[in-house]
C-alpha cells in the first residue's frame, strides 16, 4: 500500500491531466480533434437548438452487450450511461462503455471506401463509391466460381455471435466456400469445448454469483478484464453484503497479484497454468473424504467411477509439486467448498490461456460437478438463447455442392503457414470483418508475410488498423453507434437476453453497414446466392428474426400487435424473460447418456495425463515465464485509440499511454535493473525494448506485459504507443483441441545501457 500512495507529484500530474482536458473542450477546432464544431454532424438540420433526447441501445465495446442509454443534443451523442433496466449491468458501465464516444468521433476514422493505389502499405489510396466497391469485389468472386475454386475464398470473423455473423456463415455456405474463419475460437475455445465435453453444449458457461456462498477463481480476471466486470463486481457484491445472515467468500488462485487477488478475501499463488492440478487436488479431497454430492452424482453422472479412479494420483502433496500450492490449503479450501455451499469454481479466456487450457476448463467443470452446482441456485447455469425465428434453410446450387468441405484450416493461427505453402489450396480472396490479424494474432509478422499471397484482401473496419493499412479495398462499417444490430450477450445471467443496437445519431460519414453489403454482394452474384438473402437491408433481415420473440407472446415485453412490441422494444433497448428454471437436466444435458459425463462420449479427445503447460524455451537461456495481462482498458484487440482509456491507464501501476514489463523488485535488484529503465525482452522468436515496472505481486521467476499498445497503425492516439508483446510469441501447435495458447512463451532480460540495446 506505501508504493501505491498518491503523492502530491501524482496529484499535480492528475490535475494537468484535467486541466488538459477541459482545455481540449473548449479549444475549438485547431486543438481538439474531438471538438463539437468538427465534424460537422449531418443530423442536426431540422432540429430546433437545445433538442434532446436519449436513445436506448446496447454497448459494443466488449462481448458482454450490456444495455445502454445515449445522449444526444441536437443530432450529435453526448454522454452514454448504462441502462437502470437491463438486468445485465442495472445501470452500470465500465470505461470501456463509457469511452464509446471516441469511437464514433474518432477523427481518424475511415470516411468513404477506399481502393489501393499504390503498393500494399504504401499508404495510397483513392476514394471509390459503394458501387464501385461493390462491383470489383463481385466480378472477383464470379470468377472464382466459374472457376470452380469458390472456396478459395475466406472470410474471417471477430464476432461470435448475432445476426451480422449468421449472415456471414450463410454468404459462405451458399457462396460455397469451407472457409469461415472464427478468431474467438482461440480465446474461448478451450472452455467451449471442455462445455461440450462434459455437457454436450458448444458455449461458455454462465454463473450464478450473486447466491453463491463461496467462489473459487482458479485464475479467472474478474475484476481485471472480464468481458462481465461490471455484472460480477454487482453480484459479487450482492453475494458479500447483499443478503442479510449471508456472506459469500472469493477466494482468486493466481500466478500474479492481480486486481481480482486483491478484491478477493484470499489469494492463493500458484504456480503459472497450473489451475486444473489444483482443481483435482481439490476434486480427490472432495471424492476421499466423501464431501460430494452424492445424489446428483448417482442420478445425473456417467463415468464416475473412471473419474474416481484417474483423481487418485491427484493427492495434496502431489499436487503440491505441481502448483507450490500447500496441502494444507488444498485440504483447507475443499472443506470449505463442501460445508459453504452452493460453492462454484469459475474460470474464464485469462484461466486457459495455456496449452493446457482445455484441461484447465474441463477441471473447473468436473469440480462443480462434484459440488452439485450444475444448474442450481448459486452455480454454473446454462445460458438460455432468446427465441428468435430461425433462419430458413438456403438451397445449394451446383457450385457450391460440388466444392470441396476440407478447410484451409481449423485455426486461425496456423492459417499463415498453411496461405504460404498453398495447403490444402491457395486462398485468392480474404473479407476481414472486425478482425485484425496483423496485429491481433500470435507473431502477427507470420500474416504480412501470408497477405503476400493473396491476391484481393478486403476490410471492414471503420478504422486504418494494421490489417485495413495492407488491404486492397476498404469498405468502412459504421459504428456500432450508427447501426442496426442485434445483441446476443455472453452468458452471463442465465435467463434469456435480447439487446437492440440502433442508431443514436446519423451516420457521420459515407459508410454502410456490413450487413447490408453483404446483402448486396449476394445480389450481385444471383442465383440461389441471391434467393438465400431475400431481404432488402439488414434491417429487415433482423426484424425477421425478432418476430420469433414477439410471436411468444412472453417475457418483458408483450403486446398483441407488432408494431408495438418493436416500438417498446426500441424504447427499452432490450427484451428478456427473467425466469430461469433450475435444474432441468434433461434439457441442458445434450450427451450420449443424457447425463454430466466426466469422460466423454462426443468428443475422441479425453484427459490429458500431463497437466502441466508447455513453455518454449530452454529454461537455461530463457529463465523468465513471459505472462499476458488483459487490462481492464483492453476492449478486445482495440481501445488503443481511445484517450479515455489510455488517460485510465493501469491505476494500480501508475502507468498510463505506453508499455511496460512488470518484474519482481528482487529480480530486477540482481539484474541491476531500476524502475522506468528500458530492457530488452528477448525469446526465441524475436524481442522488444521496453520499460520495466517493479512489482512485488509477480513471482521472481515471471515477467508479465499487458496487451494493447505496439500498434503500427490504428489512428494518431494509438501509433506508436508501446510495444506489442504478441511479436515475441512463440506458435505452441502442441496444444490439444484447436487450441494455439497465448501464453507458452520463456523470455530472458538484459538491461538497456545508455539507452541502446548492447545487440
Not at 385 to 391: A, K, V
Not at 426 to 454: M, Q, T
Request: net charge neutral; charged share 25%.
Amino acid at each position: 500500500m506505501k508504493d501505491n500512495k498518491l503523492t502530491r507529484r501524482d496529484f499535480l500530474k492528475a490535475a494537468g491531466a484535467t486541466a488538459c482536458g477541459l482545455s481540449l473542450t473548449s479549444c475549438g477546432e485547431s486543438g481538439d480533434p474531438y471538438s463539437i464544431k468538427k465534424p460537422p454532424v449531418s443530423g442536426d438540420k431540422g432540429l430546433y437548438k437545445g433538442y434532446e433526447k436519449w436513445v436506448a441501445s446496447s454497448c459494443a465495446m466488449c462481448p458482454a452487450g450490456c444495455g445502454i442509454k445515449v445522449r444526444t443534443v441536437e443530432g450529435r451523442a453526448v454522454k452514454i450511461e448504462g441502462n437502470n433496466e437491463c438486468s445485465l449491468n442495472k445501470g452500470g458501465l465500465g470505461p470501456k462503455g463509457q469511452s464509446g464516444l471516441q469511437v464514433l468521433y474518432d477523427p481518424d476514422r475511415i470516411r468513404n471506401p477506399l481502393k489501393r493505389s499504390g503498393p500494399r502499405g504504401s499508404g495510397k489510396w483513392q476514394e471509390i463509391s459503394w458501387d464501385e466497391g461493390i462491383s470489383e469485389i463481385s466480378k472477383v468472386l464470379k470468377k472464382l466460381r466459374d472457376n470452380n475454386k469458390a472456396h478459395q475464398l475466406a472470410v474471417m470473423c471477430g464476432h461470435s455471435k448475432g445476426s451480422i455473423v449468421e449472415l456471414w456463415r450463410r454468404f459462405c455456405q451458399t457462396f460455397g466456400t469451407p472457409n469461415f474463419l472464427d478468431t474467438t475460437l482461440t480465446s474461448e475455445g478451450s472452455i467451449k469445448q471442455a462445455m461440450f465435453s462434459a455437457m454436450g453444449i458448444n458455449d461458455l458457461p454462465a454463473y450464478d454469483s450473486a447466491n453463491a456462498s463461496y467462489i473459487l477463481s482458479l485464475g479467472a480476471g474478474l475484476f481485471d478484464s472480464t468481458c462481465h466486470g461490471i455484472h460480477f463486481i454487482r453480484t459479487i457484491s450482492m453475494a458479500k453484503r447483499g443478503q442479510p445472515g449471508r456472506r459469500a467468500k472469493i477466494v482468486h488462485a493466481g500466478a500474479t497479484y492481480s486486481l481480482t487477488a486483491i478484491q478477493s478475501d484470499e489469494w492463493i499463488p500458484v504456480k503459472p497454468g497450473t489451475y486444473d492440478a489444483l482443481a483435482l487436488g481439490i476434486a480427490y479431497v472432495l471424492i476421499k473424504e466423501e464431501l460430494y454430492d452424492k445424489k446428483f452424482i448417482e442420478s445425473s453422472t456417467y463415468a464416475f467411477d473412471k473419474l474416481s479412479e484417474r483423481i487418485k494420483k491427484y493427492t495434496p502433496e502431489n499436487v503440491e509439486a505441481t502448483t507450490g500450492v500447500p496441502p494444507k490449503d488444498i485440504v483447507r479450501i475443499a472443506h470449505e467448498m463442501a460445508n459453504y455451499r452452493p460453492a462454484i469454481a469459475i474460470v474464464d479466456t485469462n484461466s486457459t490461456l495455456t496449452s493446457n487450457g482445455l484441461e484447465i476448463a474441463r477441471s473447473a467443470i468436473i469440480l462443480n460437478a462434484l459440488l452439485g452446482s450444475i444448474d442450481r441456485p448459486g452455480g454454473l447455469l446454462i445460458q438460455r438463447d432468446p427465441p428468435l425465428l430461425p433462419w430458413l434453410e438456403p438451397a445449394l446450387d451446383e457450385f457450391a455442392q460440388k466444392t470441396t468441405s476440407e478447410q484451409i484450416t481449423n485455426n486461425v493461427e496456423l492459417l499463415p503457414e498453411n496461405i504460404i505453402k498453398g495447403k490444402p489450396y491457395p486462398l485468392d480472396a480474404l473479407l476481414l470483418y472486425y478482425s485484425n490479424p496483423l496485429y491481433a494474432r500470435i507473431n502477427p509478422g507470420r500474416f504480412h508475410r501470408a497477405f503476400e499471397k493473396i491476391p484481393l484482401i478486403v476490410s471492414f473496419s471503420p478504422f486504418m488498423d494494421e490489417s485495413s493499412f495492407q488491404s486492397d479495398i476498404i469498405l468502412p462499417d459504421h459504428t456500432y453507434l450508427e447501426r442496426w444490430e442485434d445483441v446476443i450477450p455472453a452468458p452471463s445471467v442465465g435467463h434469456p437476453l435480447f439487446g437492440i443496437r440502433q442508431p443514436v445519431v446519423t451516420p457521420l460519414y459515407n459508410t454502410k453497414h456490413t450487413g447490408d453489403v453483404i446483402i448486396e454482394l449476394a445480389k450481385s452474384l444471383g442465383d440461389t446466392i441471391q434467393t438465400a438473402f431475400p431481404w432488402n437491408d439488414f434491417k429487415e433481415a433482423l426484424l425477421y428474426r425478432i418476430s420469433g420473440i414477439y410471436k411468444t407472446k412472453s417475457g418483458s415485453i408483450v403486446k398483441e400487435d407488432e408494431e408495438e412490441f418493436l416500438s417498446s422494444l426500441f424504447k427499452n433497448g432490450y427484451w428478456e424473460s427473467s425466469e430461469y428454471k433450475f435444474e432441468q437436466w434433461a434439457d441442458i444435458f445434450k450427451t450420449s447418456s443424457g447425463k454430466f459425463e466426466f469422460y466423454s462420449q462426443n468428443t475422441a479427445e479425453q484427459f490429458s495425463d500431463t497437466l502441466e503447460p508447455k513453455w518454449h524455451g530452454d529454461s537455461s537461456q530463457y529463465p523468465f515465464y513471459f505472462l499476458l495481462h488483459k487490462p481492464i482498458t483492453y476492449a478486445e484487440g482495440s481501445g488503443a485509440n481511445l484517450p479515455w482509456l489510455q488517460e485510465l491507464g493501469n491505476v494500480l501501476r501508475k502507468t498510463f499511454w505506453d508499455s511496460y514489463l512488470e518484474i519482481n523488485p528482487e529480480t530486477a535488484h540482481k539484474k541491476g535493473i531500476h524502475d522506468n529503465e528500458s530492457v530488452r525482452v528477448e525469446s526465441s522468436a524475436g524481442h522488444i525494448q521496453v520499460r520495466v515496472k517493479l512489482f512485488a505481486g509477480i513471482p521472481p521467476n515471471v515477467v508479465l506485459m499487458s496487451l494493447g499498445h505496439g500498434h503500427t497503425q490504428m489512428g494518431r492516439f494509438a501509433k506508436g504507443i508501446g510495444k506489442n508483446p504478441k511479436e515475441i510469441l512463440v506458435v505452441n501447435t502442441e496444444s490439444p483441441g484447436r487450441i494455439i495458447p497465448l501464453c507458452g512463451t520463456k523470455v530472458r532480460i538484459e538491461k538497456i545501457k545508455n539507452g541502446k540495446d548492447s545487440r
